[in-house]
């Protein structure tokens, strides 16, 4: 399922991530690698503010939507 529907406070494992070769390079260079672990801190309006690596990212909805957990 996409991170973009994943529970607030849950940690998930990523599996995939889709979309064009830039967006997955810019998704890697965030820290969004296959095998990381990333919970979801809080929503708004879809987008989310997630903990990755020791690190919070805030990303869109569009962006969610490329990574499945």
Do not use: C, Q, W, Y
């Amino acid at each position: 399922m996409p991170l973009s529907m994943a529970k607030k406070g849950e940690e998930n494992t990523i599996k995939r991530i889709g979309g064009k070769e830039e967006t997955r390079l810019f998704l890697e260079k965030l820290g969004f690698v296959v095998g990381s672990a990333v919970t979801i801190i809080s929503e708004a309006s879809g987008n989310l503010i997630v903990n990755i690596k020791d690190s919070r990212v805030a990303i869109g909805k569009e962006m969610a939507n490329h990574i499945m957990v």
